[in-house]
């Protein structure tokens, strides 16, 4: 059974771009989250989607959007890219919900310079 | 609102030696309670959960952890320490019977093992 699997894991952007990271979940798995970790504040909820539907949202500023497919992938965007935006931005599917088993992919390292 | 405190970023044991990580929990409701391990340039495995019942849960790689309610604890532990337990560790909290919601991490603890 494959696992998470987030593309690409390196990416390196210039101040004021936009970049848009991706995931594949866990086959049959329609919830996918994403975390934003950085050393300084740790690891961060940014959204949830299920069945294409955003159910939940951190506390981030509307440069960050993210969409998940009828197949249940899902993106992230993050436009107008600052430099505090460098981090390793994870992303998690599970069954449901993250209440149950959260399965972490390898995380996309994305470095802004 | 949830919240997670892990106390001490950092944990250093010897090979062989009682490994405890701490963790103490906020939250307004009956609590889901997750302990996480993330080695160098990895994504975040689960350790193991506690959603309901046994207040003492048991892991993979020889973890456990005892939920206390009167304590809001949740404290990781592993009688021997390997080598290969190098890594930080998450705890982080969840709210039980909501859809939608997010998994809340402490700072992580650092676990170094010497030999």
């Known amino acids: 059974k494959a696992g998470v699997t987030q593309t690409p894991r390196y990416l390196i952007k210039t101040r004021g771009q936009q970049v848009t990271l991706s995931c594949s979940p866990i086959?049959?798995?329609?919830?996918v989250s994403w975390y934003q970790q950085t050393p300084g504040q740790g690891l961060q909820f940014l959204f949830e989607y299920f069945s294409e539907t955003q159910r939940n949202k951190g506390n981030f500023p509307g440069r960050f959007s993210g969409r998940q497919f009828s197949n249940s992938r899902s993106e992230m965007n993050v436009s107008t890219l600052e430099l505090g935006d460098s981090a390793l931005y994870l992303c998690?599917?599970?069954?449901?919900?993250?209440?149950?088993?959260?399965?972490f992919g390898q995380g996309t390292r994305l470095t802004v310079v | 609102a949830q919240s997670v405190t892990q106390l001490g970023s950092h944990v250093s044991v010897s090979e062989g030696a009682l490994v405890l990580l701490r963790c103490n929990y906020s939250?307004?409701?009956?609590?889901?309670l997750f302990w996480y391990v993330q080695y160098p340039n990895q994504g975040l495995q689960l350790l193991l959960k506690?959603?309901?019942?046994?207040?003492l849960v048991k892991g993979i790689n020889g973890f456990e952890a005892e939920f206390k309610k009167s304590e809001t604890s949740f404290h990781l532990t592993k009688p021997s320490a390997h080598m290969s337990d190098a890594a930080e560790y998450f705890c982080a909290v969840s709210v039980a019977n909501q859809a939608g919601t997010a998994l809340i991490f402490g700072k992580g603890t650092t676990l170094s093992v010497s030999s």
């Open positions: 506690y959603t309901t019942g046994a207040t």
């Open positions: 998690a599917s599970s069954l449901q919900n993250p209440n149950t088993e959260a399965f």
């Open positions: 939250s307004s409701v009956p609590p889901y």
């Open positions: 086959s049959g798995h329609r919830s």
